[in-house]
């Protein structure tokens, strides 16, 4: 039989139909990713994804970078610039850790936390991600001065100390307004006390000299003020309303009998005070916190171009690929992955070409937590299995 000759459409038609079989054949294959492995013993195996876990999140607060190693506890590392500032224990945004030495302007100051309630309320949040419900006291390494704080997280009791560990003076606070004072010398004498509208003063130290006091009379409150001599007894007892004298002073001689009286502004020529009518006051609610969180995103089909990528790994390996392995990467918040490390068999024999598959993948949507943007160390989990025959 001779050759069959073709012309005109015939021929056009025979060969768009073989360019076309041609090119089908070509996408089947790139589909596939059918390769045949440089090593026998990586043939009929294929990389398995099994998932990646965030290893390390950081974050910037202001000045300060904060870095959180995630773990069953997390650890979370501070630092300003070069300088490292704090380090504590966290799980779920709580801080766990009993106690946290950090630093503000070159002064050290530890935090003391009360982990065996959970009655105290939420006082202070550290760098922006992280709550104690526990602060108990903050200590001033730098004056010796400590803040012990009350249940509801009010400042409740500042103490500050000699040198000698003595304590110098104990200040009470409510909600931000001092009630109460004491203050004492090196020795440990007292020299002071303040407790409300009540004032009193030692002199020589520990022996009581004065005292200012808020009294009723007349349906005003009068201010009194009394001294004291050495001995004990009773100086003088004087009256004052809105600082200004008033009522009968008296004074007394060192035996403690009476030496004189002056009479200032009669009680019942002083204005009278308009008092407010009382009001009740309602404790706030505790504040709620909330935490969104939105994870970072691969913007493309993540699986497929891993399915390719590791696929392609495999075929052109020059060692033998088996087991588990690992593939940890830094993804900055800017979205650009890098290679930090990767282990398993022979794993040195693909690093390069995992470098490569990672500086050619497309930009992450970054993780964000409250909006904030979050850099992330991200380990990739892998197994090389046989494929079924």
């Known amino acids: ?10 021929k056009l038609a025979l060969f768009m139909a073989i360019l076309s079989l041609f090119a089908c054949s070509v996408l089947q294959v ?12 990586n043939r009929n195996k294929s990389f398995i994804y099994e998932g990646k876990d965030r290893i390390e999140e950081s974050y910037e607060f202001g000045v300060y970078s904060v870095s959180i190693k995630k773990g069953e506890v997390d650890t979370v590392s501070v630092h300003k610039g070069d300088q490292f500032i704090t380090t504590f224990l966290s799980r779920y945004g709580n ?27 939420v006082k202070y949040d550290y760098y922006g991600n992280f709550t104690s419900a526990q602060l108990f006291t903050t200590y001033n ?22 040198d000698n560990g003595q304590v110098q003076k104990m200040i009470w606070v409510d909600y931000g307004t001092e009630y109460a004072r004491k203050q004492w010398n090196m020795e440990g004498k007292l020299l002071y006390e303040k407790y409300k509208s009540r004032e009193t003063t030692y ?14 009379m007349a349906g005003r409150t009068i201010q009194c003020k009394a001294t004291w001599y050495e001995n004990g ?43 407010e009518p009382p009001v009740a006051y309602v404790l706030r609610e505790p504040a709620i916190f ?15 171009f891993l399915h390719t990528e590791m696929s392609r790994i495999l075929c052109t390996s020059s060692k033998e690929l088996k087991g588990n392995y690992t593939v940890r990467t830094y ?45 992330l160390v991200l380990e990739f989990r892998f197994k090389v299995t046989e494929n079924e025959k």
Not at 1 to 10: D, S
Not at 95 to 121: E, M, P
Not at 290 to 304: A, H, L, N, P
Request: charged share 25%; proline share 6%.
């Open 1 to 10: 039989m001779g050759p069959i000759i073709l012309t005109g459409k015939r």
């Open 30 to 41: 790139s589909a596939q990713g059918n390769c045949k492995p440089k090593l026998k013993s």
């Open 95 to 121: 801080i766990v850790s009993t106690s946290i030495d950090y630093l503000i302007d070159g002064i050290t100051y530890t935090d003391t936390l009360d982990l065996n309630t959970t009655d105290r309320k």
């Open 141 to 162: 390494h730098s004056t010796g001065a400590q803040v012990y704080y009350a249940v509801y997280g009010a400042d409740s009791l500042y103490v500050n100390r000699y």
């Open 203 to 216: 002199e020589p130290p520990g022996q009581l000299q004065s005292q200012r006091y808020d009294t009723l």
């Open 233 to 275: 007894v009773p100086e003088s007892v004087t009256y004052f309303y809105h600082g200004k004298p008033c009522h009968v002073w008296s004074y007394y001689d060192y035996r403690g009998k009476p030496t004189k009286t002056v009479k200032k502004t009669p009680l019942g020529k002083l204005p009278m005070e308009v008092r």
């Open 290 to 304: 909330r935490t969104v969180s939105i994870g970072e995103e691969y913007q493309g089909d993540f699986k497929t």
């Open 331 to 375: 993804l900055s918040i800017e979205g650009r992955m890098r290679l930090v490390s990767a282990s398993g068999e022979n794993i040195e024999a693909i690093t390069p070409a995992l470098r490569q598959m990672i500086d050619k993948m497309n930009l992450w949507k970054p993780a964000k937590e409250n909006n904030r943007a979050m850099a």
